[in-house]
């Protein structure tokens, strides 16, 4: 079993700023990629950020210079800072991870955290 947990949604101003978290748990042997994917409503669920290792990022072009993701190897942890948030971020943030478990390759999602970006 393998869980994916996220943390730092909530309620911001525009122009603040969020730190998102999700943590990977359970029966890792390797993690190849994690990354940050959002729904808003009535949207399709779309990329935001992905992260291979610290220098192999990609970005949605609407975060790009204002988000930045990064991971921790030894926590099995990636994070998204959000800076200069604007009311079209609002949405749910889910964030998965491309591992092996020891038996196959997977994907797998965490449950989503609430961002709410108000003007």
């Not at 975060?63 to 800072?81: C, E, H, P, W």
């Amino acid at each position: 079993q393998v869980q994916l947990v996220e943390s730092g949604g909530g309620l911001v101003q525009s122009g603040g700023s969020l730190r998102l978290s999700c943590a990977a748990s359970g029966s890792i042997f390797s993690i190849d990629a994690m990354g940050w994917y959002r729904q808003a409503p009535g949207k399709e669920r779309e990329l935001v950020a992905r992260i291979i290792s610290g220098s192999n990022t990609n970005y949605a072009d609407s975060v790009k210079g204002r988000f930045t993701i990064s991971r921790d190897n030894a926590k099995n942890t990636v994070y998204l800072q959000m800076n200069s948030l604007k009311v079209e971020d609002t949405a749910v943030y889910y964030c998965n991870a491309d591992l092996h478990n020891g038996y196959y390759h997977a994907r797998y999602w965490g449950q989503g955290t609430q961002v709410t970006v108000s003007s």
